[in-house]
């Protein structure tokens, strides 16, 4: 269900392209996106980059990157690729800039793959990430409730101690990102959107 709701949620597309704008990629840069999933985001970043540029999609489900790649053939894009990899051990070794969306949640040890992010673009590279987490604005907090149940909904782990720890373990790992993202860039930008549920930091490497 979080994986549904960060897919299939109101407003999920425009979230996708403010954070391209946010990244800010030049025409002609190459675009590395952490945990691709099924490349909603290509469009968005392909229309940045131009097509003199590169966007290269990475994600360890097959499943997914197969999606991805039928996107890529069905709307002919000659310079969008998937890889299949891990986005704490990217299958890269330079880019001008890393994206990553609804993934900071997921990694055990978010602040320290930022970091390895800001290092694989550079001084002067570019960063961002796109998560959601419990709202902490006043209109968005009741739906806190809400939110909780779709998080246990997509958990693989039913056990009671997984489940109940699991949002307040979310909320750590993308306040973990992104405080790594603002550690690192020069000119750090951070945003919420959605009543507050979704987090949108961006920012230039130092």
Known sequence: MYDALATYG???????ERTAAALD?????????MGCGTGANF???RERVGDSGTVVGVDFSPGMLAVARDRV?????????????????PPVEHTDAVVASFVSGMLADPAAVVDDWADLVGPGGRLALLDLARS????????NALFHG????GMPSKRPADLSAATELLDR?????????????VDATYSTHALGFARLGAGTVR
Do not use: F, I, M
């Not at 053939?73 to 051990?89: I, L, M, P, S, Y």
């Open 43 to 45: 469009a968005y970043l």
């Open 150 to 153: 779709l998080v246990l909904a």
């Open 173 to 185: 790992r993308v306040v973990a990102a992104q405080r790594a993202l603002r550690k690192r860039c």
């Open 136 to 143: 902490t604005r006043p209109a968005g907090r009741p739906l």
């Open 73 to 89: 053939v069905r709307e002919k894009w000659e310079n969008v690729h998937v890889v299949r990899g891990d986005a704490t051990q």
């Open 10 to 16: 109101p407003g999920v597309s425009t979230l996708r």
């Open 25 to 33: 990629p030049q025409a002609g840069d190459t675009v590395v996106e």
